[in-house]
């Protein structure tokens, strides 16, 4: 046994290699398979074509999320083609004895919050999923990561996939945040710094104090927005902070496994002197509350100030003046008091409980401002009865807002909830690609805190200004 320190990625990866090929990727055992209706249809299809068996049918869980609309749930779906998925998915899991949380199921919701809400998602194992933003997962101290359609074929017939052992990154951050700066500033802050290229290659462990006072929410939204910096995933060590959040979940382990599993959890952080291929250090004080300015995460800026110029921004002139032209923005202008349309808080990012303790502690006792559309819309059905049970819905109805069924919504543009093109939407979700929230709609990222200001202002406001003590 090698006595060089490990991290922690090391130590999840290489306890679930179960074959190494010789200058080629390595065979990794997968301990939770999450699927939904968009990229499972076709991978079923190909079981189906070669004779295949699911191999472990209690390690799969499927969701529906991508496709559904967030108002009327209990009408059939009028899109076809999602109305297909939706049932595709359905079959299939009935057909392969897998666990399914469709449309109208209480647990239904977003893949990346019902799989730690349900206490599926637990430290130590390998978790993947036909979606990006399976990162999200690695917040409890697991390798988690967005896969490809054959991919999710090959998990599905061998509960292994094939990866080349990424390099390892840490990011620090130190000290203690700010009044009105969340998880997503932070996340939005690092990705501005290092560019949405800068970990590409690299698996990020999140480290310092900022992550160690962090609930699992925040740990969440950021882990889920690691690949927004081209990283394969990003990780915390789990702590006291981790293992209160899983005890009592439906399907984490109880009693005896419980404290077998806690014994083993507790062992999982990057020993002292451990190497990594590349680390940054950040200091907490620097962070304001965030927003995009352009079409990728990576061009975020503190919300008080001016949008960079061209040669400060770095990259190419010419996709910076596209980006910018798409966004209807010009270098050097302030973000503060730009108009928004839409203002839609949700998502895997931000659409748990905590997002809505954030907006409603903003919209308190103000309206929804003229000529605003808000969409508001709970991670899963778990999240909506806890803003139903802690009074948050009748904060938000009383301020004029609405709140919709859980889904992926705005997030992307596969179900009803499309930004319309031209408008300005800030959004709570993690892409701000061209099209993203729909064709021509124009996305500025930042946290709930951010779009509860816009919502109450009509336009880009710094929240700390709102935030009553
Ligand atoms: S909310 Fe967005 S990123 Fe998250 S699972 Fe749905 S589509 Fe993917």
């Known amino acids: 046994m090698s006595n060089t320190p490990a991290t922690l990625f090391d130590k999840v990866?290489?306890?679930?290699?179960?074959?190494?090929?010789?200058?080629?990727?390595?065979?990794?055992?997968?301990?939770?398979?999450?699927?939904?209706?968009?990229?499972?249809?076709?991978?079923?299809?190909?079981?189906?074509?070669?004779?295949?068996?699911?191999?472990?049918?209690?390690?799969?869980?499927?969701?529906?999320d991508h496709n559904t609309p967030t108002i009327n749930q209990h009408l059939p779906v009028q899109d076809p083609l999602s109305a297909n998925q939706l049932k595709a998915l359905e079959v299939n899991a009935a057909k392969y004895g897998i666990s399914h949380w469709g449309l109208g199921n209480p647990k239904n919701g977003i893949v990346h919050v019902v799989g730690p809400e349900n206490g599926i998602t637990l430290p130590g194992m390998t978790?993947?999923?036909?979606?990006?933003?399976?990162?999200?997962?690695?917040?409890?101290?697991?390798?988690?990561?967005?896969?490809?359609?054959?991919?999710?074929?090959?998990?599905?017939?061998?509960?292994?996939?094939?990866?080349?052992?990424?390099?390892?990154?840490?990011?620090?951050?130190?000290?203690?945040?700010?009044?009105?700066?969340?998880?997503?500033?932070?996340?939005?802050?690092?990705?501005?710094?290092?560019?949405?290229?800068?970990?590409?290659?690299?698996?990020?462990?999140?480290?310092?104090?900022?992550?160690?006072?962090?609930?699992?929410?925040?740990?969440?939204?950021?882990?889920?927005?690691?690949?927004?910096?081209?990283?394969?995933?990003?990780?915390?060590a789990p702590d006291e902070t981790t293992f209160n959040y899983i005890k009592g979940r439906e399907k984490a382990p109880a009693g005896a496994a419980w404290d077998k599993a806690l014994a083993y959890w507790k062992t999982l952080k990057t020993e002292e002197g451990a190497v990594f291929?590349?680390?940054?250090?950040?200091?907490?004080?620097?962070?304001?509350?965030?927003?995009?300015?352009?079409?990728?995460?990576?061009?975020?800026?503190?919300?008080?100030?001016?949008?960079?110029?061209?040669?400060?921004?770095?990259?190419?002139?010419?996709?910076?003046?596209?980006?910018?032209?798409?966004?209807?923005?010009?270098?050097?202008?302030?973000?503060?008091?730009?108009?928004?349309?839409?203002?839609?808080?949700?998502?895997?990012?931000?659409?748990?409980?905590?997002?809505?303790?954030?907006?409603?502690?903003?919209?308190?006792?103000?309206?929804?401002?003229?000529?605003?559309?808000?969409w508001i819309v709970p991670g899963s059905h778990i999240v909506e009865q806890q803003i139903k049970e802690e009074g948050i819905l009748d904060i938000l109805t009383a301020a004029g807002f609405q709140l919709r069924q859980p889904g992926c919504s705005a997030c992307l543009a596969m179900n009803d909830d499309k930004i319309p093109a031209g408008k300005y939407a800030v959004s709570t979700s993690n892409r701000n690609f061209e099209g993203r929230q729909g064709p021509g709609a124009r996305t500025m990222l930042a946290s709930p805190l951010v779009a509860a200001a816009a919502a109450v202002t009509g336009v880009v406001t710094d929240p700390r200004t709102l935030l009553v003590d």
């Open 127 to 236: 978790i993947v999923c036909g979606d990006s933003h399976t990162s999200t997962h690695g917040a409890f101290g697991a390798i988690a990561f967005g896969i490809g359609t054959s991919e999710v074929e090959m998990v599905l017939s061998s509960q292994c996939i094939m990866q080349p052992k990424p390099k390892k990154m840490r990011i620090s951050v130190d000290g203690v945040l700010g009044k009105g700066i969340t998880p997503k500033d932070v996340v939005l802050f690092i990705i501005s710094r290092l560019t949405a290229a800068g970990a590409t290659g690299y698996f990020v462990e999140f480290a310092g104090e900022v992550f160690g006072n962090m609930s699992m929410e925040g740990r969440m939204t950021v882990c889920n927005m690691s690949i927004e910096m081209g990283a394969r995933g990003g990780m915390i």
């Open 277 to 374: 291929d590349k680390e940054y250090r950040f200091a907490a004080a620097d962070i304001e509350p965030m927003i995009t300015y352009g079409t990728n995460p990576g061009m975020g800026i503190g919300i008080t100030k001016n949008i960079p110029l061209a040669d400060a921004a770095g990259g190419s002139k010419s996709t910076y003046e596209k980006s910018l032209d798409y966004m209807g923005f010009h270098e050097n202008e302030a973000m503060l008091g730009k108009k928004v349309d839409y203002v839609f808080i949700g998502s895997c990012t931000n659409g748990r409980i905590e997002d809505f303790r954030a907006f409603a502690s903003i919209v308190k006792n103000r309206k929804k401002a003229e000529g605003v559309t808000a």
């Open 13 to 64: 990866w290489d306890s679930h290699v179960v074959r190494k090929i010789a200058d080629g990727p390595d065979v990794l055992f997968i301990d939770r398979h999450f699927i939904h209706e968009v990229t499972s249809p076709v991978a079923f299809l190909g079981l189906e074509s070669r004779k295949l068996k699911v191999m472990f049918p209690e390690k799969t869980f499927a969701t529906a």
